[in-house]
């Protein structure tokens, strides 16, 4: 579910009757990839025609012949299942959730459509795909954060190896000061600058006081000089706004003994133009990503995604406060 | 601010004179220190009564020359500063809690009377003590939990070789797993039983589930065969129950940036005797001891304590929950 400013338009083609349900591939399956093609073209109906996200700001990427995700037309992203346990826990996990989930909480995770051989951005042939919602298809400029959730990403039963390097990224990053890191981002500007999409490298070296910074551009009509934050009360605030939505999570945390999600993202998304044009359909969504290293929970809460949202809900409350104070200041004078 | 059930009546002889707050030790001081004298003996006015803690379940102990906390029998709890940054670590604490804690919370932290240069319980001579409430003098026979809290003991800004040894304990424990680990633990069974408190080792081994039974055990009557958790409502439920004492805390920490308590206790303290004879003056105390390792938070909060703080309300609220699930279904029998 992680996607990608970068602006291409290769295209993948793959036979409809190619993509079957994992298991379920038709033997009449014939599969054409043109990796690169840089224009699209006119495509026969049987065919689906697969994309590079646009918006994909962490993660694998479907670029340069590495295997990523991809998306179609219709509003599915194809993200490659991994080979070894990442991609059996991620699609096990796919499978259960909506069962074990209350109604009000399946909506903070991407539509789940099943699996289906899809040829792979790399080249190497078909592969297993989760075909999954496409979160910024209905977004023309979304701004995106990736923010991975928790002051540990590794599972206690992960191999020691895998403890180990995840370990040293957490402590490298704010992970295990702040209980969350952001992973990725792009902050949409204007038709005339684009977005703000800062290195990965960059984005990994962030500071307390990057993160601070980084929630007042995600809600301001300005990056620069100073944020003006003029969105934070819609996007932020609000019945249906970011902090409502992470509260209405948190509170769920706080009671779930069904799934630890090592090493999740909240996805937050917004569309500030939307905000402008007054539309009321969502133009902030919340979603939870990347399931690759969920378990049982085995009766006891998440305290350690628990621990990290809370302290993320008062890194986004301070901004909404801070914008309050600002407000109000700019009213008496 | 660890307790012992070690029965010892050793006791130490310090005069009052030498017990000056820190840096103003009159030159008049004279100290006279008897260690494991087993009597106790006429003592000059001018004398305090040192005794090796009857109730610490714990932390390093005054025993067979080592050094240790001590308490008189004025309420007083005297800890051993210990020399490296962990003294000074801890006395900074102490020295600036009251004034950045909000009135509703002090009572959570033991009163703090100063420091006191105390005649050391492993005879190493006078040595500062931090001076602070004994939390157990009030109660004849206290069952009590001493739960570290927090998935992770270790500050980033700890050395690395503290680090390591830090994660090695958090990884064989339940504290990775479960957010906290019970550190130590006396529960008091009868006036012929005396108490039940398992030897470190088997603490240190705990899992979920003997977490679990701990918590049913320590608001039952009985231990064995199966702990009939009779005190639960009264203990862990009610407007001044545990329970709502952790959500006064919970609040509190969802919110506070001063500090980070890394490697600190809750320290829960209840007087069944007092529940059984109806007594209304509190019977259940929840504090929160050991700062050694509590830095400021720079403004974020302590989100590794929040998470496993809710962790254990969690266990907490089952118990209470199962217990009144029982009674219902006794009352239909």
Redesign the interface.
């Known amino acids: 579910m992680k996607r990608s400013l970068v602006g291409s338009t290769n295209v993948f083609y793959s036979n409809r009757h190619a993509c079957q349900t994992m298991g379920m591939a038709s033997s009449h399956s014939r599969v054409t990839s043109h990796q690169n093609v840089i224009r699209s073209q006119v495509t026969p109906s049987f065919y689906i025609m697969f994309k590079i996200p646009k918006h994909q700001v962490a993660g694998h990427q479907a670029i340069d012949g590495n295997l990523g995700p991809l998306v179609d037309d219709s509003g599915r992203f194809y993200k490659p299942l991994q080979d070894d346990e990442r991609g059996t826990t991620e699609l096990a996990f796919y499978r259960s959730f909506s069962s074990k989930l209350p109604h009000h909480i399946r909506g903070f995770f991407p539509v789940f459509y099943g699996t289906q051989l899809v040829e792979a951005s790399d080249g190497s042939g078909l592969r297993p795909h989760l075909v999954l919602q496409d979160i910024t298809s209905n977004h023309l400029n979304p701004s995106i954060l990736d923010v991975k959730i928790g ?2 990403t590794w599972s ?1 039963e992960a191999s020691e190896d895998y403890i180990q390097k995840a370990l040293e990224g957490d ?1 490298l990053t704010t992970t ?4 969350f890191r952001i992973s990725g981002l792009q902050i949409y500007e204007s038709k005339e600058s684009g977005y703000w999409k800062p290195a990965r490298k960059e984005v990994k070296s962030f500071s ?1 006081d990057d993160v601070r910074l980084v929630l007042r551009k995600f809600v301001s009509s300005n990056l620069e000089p100073e944020p003006d934050c003029c969105f934070a009360s819609t996007i932020y605030g609000g019945c249906s706004g970011i902090l409502e939505q992470l509260l209405e999570l948190k509170a769920w945390f ?2 779930q ?1 069904v799934y630890h999600f090592h090493s999740c993202s909240l996805l937050l998304l917004i569309d500030k133009e939307s905000v402008l044009n007054g539309r009321t359909v969502p133009f902030v969504e919340v979603k939870l990503i990347d399931f690759a290293h969920t378990v049982e929970a ?4 998440d ?6 949202l ?2 993320f809900i ?1 890194f986004v409350s301070e901004v909404l406060t801070d914008s309050k104070v600002s407000t109000i200041q700019a009213s008496f004078n």
């Open positions: 002051s540990r206690p402590r295990v000061t702040l209980g307390a706080e009671d003994t085995e009766g006891v809460i305290h350690n995604f628990l621990g990290g809370c302290s008062k």
